[in-house]
């Protein structure tokens, strides 16, 4: 028999996400650097939600262990001089993220240094995840659904406008999609 329906794979899951991301946010250039720190912040976001939505601590924690895993695995063949994961497209400086911080994570004495997509995946969430839990303490699932979309859009592209409300709404129905679509296949 035919299959009518063919399973996505998870990369084509993360880009259509991406691509719908950027397409409302008007990304014009993507580069490694735009896309390691959107995957970074949308594991982070991910895990988040889930936390919210899943009473079960430790199958949160295995959820977001894979759907994390699935992200990297996406960056770990590209390489980024670390300086450059600070420059943004739009020449603003993304939210919480310190280059500083960073290299002192990171454990690197100069920011010229070139890591590769799976290091700096990983530093990355490391330096910007206690911010976004500050960042979202208090709120309940509305306020982190809207507020989300407006962290991942100022950690990706240095833009923390708020924007058309109606294409920011239709965004988080993309990323409860997304989300979705990521939990059919890790699960």
């Given at each position: 028999m035919f299959r009518i329906f063919k399973k996505k794979n998870v990369e084509t899951i993360i880009e259509?996400?991406?691509?719908?991301?950027?397409?409302?946010?008007?990304?014009?250039?993507?580069?490694?650097?735009?896309?390691?720190?959107?995957?970074?912040?949308?594991?982070?976001?991910?895990?988040?939600?889930?936390?919210?939505?899943?009473?079960?601590?430790?199958?949160?924690?295995?959820?977001?262990?894979?759907?994390?895993?699935?992200?990297?695995?996406?960056?770990?063949?590209?390489?980024l001089r670390v300086s450059d994961l600070f420059s943004s497209s739009t020449g603003k400086t993304c939210i919480n993220i310190s280059q500083s911080n960073f290299m002192k994570n990171a454990n690197i004495e100069s920011a010229n240094v070139i890591m590769n997509g799976l290091g700096i995946f990983e530093e990355l969430q490391e330096t910007i995840s206690d911010d976004c839990v500050k960042f979202f303490q208090?709120?309940?699932?509305?306020?982190?659904?809207?507020?989300?979309?407006?962290?991942?859009?100022?950690?990706t592209i240095g833009d923390s406008d708020a924007g058309d409300f109606l294409t920011e709404t239709k965004l988080?129905?993309?990323?409860?999609?997304?989300?979705?679509?990521?939990?059919?296949?890790v699960s």
């Open positions: 259509d996400f991406e691509k719908k991301a950027f397409c409302v946010w008007k990304v014009r250039e993507v580069n490694i650097s735009t896309k390691l720190r959107f995957r970074a912040i949308l594991g982070i976001y991910s895990a988040l939600v889930l936390s919210v939505t899943i009473k079960d601590s430790s199958e949160v924690k295995r959820l977001s262990n894979k759907i994390n895993s699935e992200l990297k695995n996406t960056m770990k063949s590209k390489t208090n709120s309940n699932m509305a306020q982190i659904l809207v507020r989300g979309m407006i962290l991942m859009k100022d950690v988080v129905e993309d990323f409860n999609l997304f989300l979705t679509e990521m939990l059919k296949r």
